[in-house]
């Protein structure tokens, strides 16, 4: 079955600087990568998600890039703000969804 | 739209003993997947229902299991509960199958096994 690895697990940064975090994947076959935010006491909640035939996607302060070659996928904020503090998922499948164990994201005022 | 309710929030169980836990999808949605999330482990695949039937299974023992009713309403259970049974679990509904698609998340059903 797929793997997703995801890194690294708690990531620290000023506000207003950017944010990085990456996964990666075994299975090949899979076609579908969402990133998933999930604040303290909530379900998660997509942010963004890319599938296989596209390289890049971006939504205002967010964008994920995905290279299928090497099997890794990047989450990337810019402009980060307080309200980004959460822990974010990444997932990867393509019948039946593998997550990361999360990356704690904290922004320091 | 209402969003997914779970029910009920909190649970506290003892070793041995079995549980059900239920989950409402967002009105017109036929997918339903359960996840287990604890600190070590994140975002566990548990199964997902489409239109009552199992679409996929996680790598879970056979006390987990699942149903989905013909309103989508799903429920699972798991039974001889273990400590390590203690987590996080969140039901997702999605209008369609959800591995290729958004899934839209309850707020979880917190299990204590004591």
């Known amino acids: 079955g797929e793997n997703v690895e995801q890194h690294p697990s708690t990531l620290s940064v000023q506000e207003g600087d950017s944010a990085v975090i990456k996964c990666t994947y075994s299975?090949?076959?899979?076609?579908?990568f969402p990133w998933y935010k999930q604040e303290l006491g909530k379900g998660p909640q997509l942010i963004i998600d890319?599938?296989?035939?596209?390289g890049e996607k971006k939504d205002q302060r967010i964008a994920v890039t995905l290279n299928k070659t090497a099997k890794h996928f990047s989450l990337h904020i810019t402009e980060t703000q307080p309200e980004d503090s959460a822990v974010y998922f990444c997932?990867?499948?393509?019948?039946?969804?593998?997550f990361g164990k999360g990356t704690h994201l904290i922004i320091q005022p | 739209k209402a969003g997914v309710t779970q029910t009920p929030r909190y649970l506290i169980k003892t070793r041995g003993q079995q549980v059900t836990l239920s989950c409402s999808p967002i009105?017109?949605?036929?997918?339903v997947s359960w996840y287990q999330q604890t600190p070590g482990q994140g975002l566990q695949f548990l199964f997902e229902?489409?239109?009552?039937?199992?679409?996929n299974k996680g790598n879970f023992p056979g006390r987990f299991s699942g149903r989905q009713f013909s309103n989508s309403r799903s429920e699972m259970n798991v039974s001889t509960l273990e400590l390590g049974d203690s987590a996080l679990y969140l039901c997702?509904?999605?209008?369609?199958?959800?591995?290729?698609?958004?899934?839209?998340f309850g707020p979880g059903t917190r299990l204590t096994v004591l």
């Open positions: 299975d090949s076959a899979s076609n579908y």
């Open positions: 997702a509904s999605s209008s369609l199958v959800s591995s290729i698609n958004e899934q839209f």
């Open positions: 009105s017109g949605h036929r997918s």
């Open positions: 997932g990867g499948g393509a019948d039946g969804l593998t």
């Open positions: 890319i599938r296989s035939n596209v």
């Open positions: 229902y489409f239109s009552e039937t199992q679409r």
